[in-house]
């Protein structure tokens, strides 16, 4: 049995999670090298990576089958899951937001009825409506949300912008911000007490890395 599970999130934020974990001196190439293999062992440092989705990892954690895990801060906001986040990470920064098609950019959408929303975010996303007591429908997607408006399907959409490439490539506008997201470690609560000693030490280490990462 592995000392640590390591949940790391296929996509994005995949790349700097391996950067720090590499510079911890974690043996990451066989992930770097495209492996389809979702579970790696690393016997030298005792550890053991799991390879998911973003929004599972937060589910392997919470249920105890990942000691830790990178997620964004997103995903965590969308899925308002039972974990530790001790530490914020110098990676992944983007934001939540509404946008719509160009032509609609000047539409006061307080004034409108049957609103229909599609997002990846269906919770972040009824949060934001029900503060401002707007009603709206929310579609919920899993990918492409930026194609909805130009389809008929959604009248505004609402997620994470980055570059804000795909926004522009798909014209698109934005209409406000709803939060901020970075990177973020996770540790699952049991494994926090029974773990303390090995978990301390990596959240120390990556706090190490991070601040060298920062010079
Ligand atoms: C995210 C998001 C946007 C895009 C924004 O998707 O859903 O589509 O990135 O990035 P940009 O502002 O730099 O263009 P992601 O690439 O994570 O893939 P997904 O749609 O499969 O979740």
């Given at each position: 049995?592995?000392a640590?599970?390591?949940?790391?999130?296929?996509?994005?934020?995949?790349?700097?999670?391996?950067?720090?974990?590499?510079?911890?001196?974690?043996e990451?190439?066989?992930?770097?090298g495209?492996?389809?293999?979702?579970?790696?062992?690393?016997?030298?440092?005792?550890?053991?990576?799991?390879?998911?989705?973003?929004?599972?990892?937060?589910?392997?954690?919470?249920?105890?089958?990942?000691?830790?895990?990178?997620?964004?801060?997103?995903?965590?906001?969308?899925?308002?899951?039972?974990?530790?986040?001790?530490?914020?990470?110098?990676?992944?920064?983007?934001?939540?937001?509404?946008?719509?098609?160009?032509?609609?950019?000047?539409?006061?959408?307080?004034?409108?009825?049957?609103?229909?929303?599609?997002?990846?975010?269906?919770?972040?996303?009824?949060?934001?409506?029900?503060?401002?007591?707007?009603s709206?429908?929310?579609?919920?997607?899993?990918?492409?949300?930026?194609?909805?408006?130009?389809?008929?399907?959604?009248?505004?959409?609402?997620?994470?912008?980055?570059?804000?490439?795909?926004?522009?490539?798909?014209?698109?506008?934005?209409?406000?911000?709803l939060?901020?997201?970075?990177?973020?470690?996770?540790?699952?609560?049991?494994?926090?007490?029974?773990?303390?000693?090995?978990?301390?030490?990596?959240?120390?280490?990556i706090?190490?890395?991070?601040?060298?990462?920062?010079?």
């Open positions: 049995m592995s640590l599970t390591i949940a790391l999130p296929k996509g994005r934020l995949l790349n700097p999670a391996l950067d720090v974990l590499d510079a911890l001196g974690y990451i190439a066989e992930i770097r495209g492996t389809r293999k979702l579970i790696l062992d690393d016997k030298k440092n005792d550890a053991r990576f799991l390879l998911l989705k973003p929004f599972d990892v937060v589910t392997f954690v919470e249920y105890g089958a990942a000691d830790v895990g990178i997620v964004g801060q997103d995903v965590l906001m969308e899925q308002e899951s039972d974990v530790f986040e001790p530490l914020a990470l110098p990676f992944g920064f983007c934001r939540i937001v509404l946008a719509t098609r160009r032509e609609r950019a000047q539409t006061n959408w307080r004034l409108a009825t049957s609103l229909r929303i599609a997002s990846k975010y269906p919770r972040i996303t009824r949060k934001f409506f029900v503060e401002r007591g707007w709206a429908e929310i579609i919920p997607l899993h990918g492409s949300v930026e194609i909805a408006p130009a389809l008929g399907l959604a009248d505004l959409l609402v997620d994470i912008v980055d570059t804000g490439r795909t926004l522009k490539e798909n014209g698109l506008v934005e209409i406000e911000t939060c901020h997201s970075q990177a973020a470690l996770i540790v699952n609560r049991a494994s926090h007490a029974l773990k303390f000693g090995e978990l301390k030490e990596l959240m120390d280490r706090g190490k890395e991070i601040r060298e990462m920062g010079k």
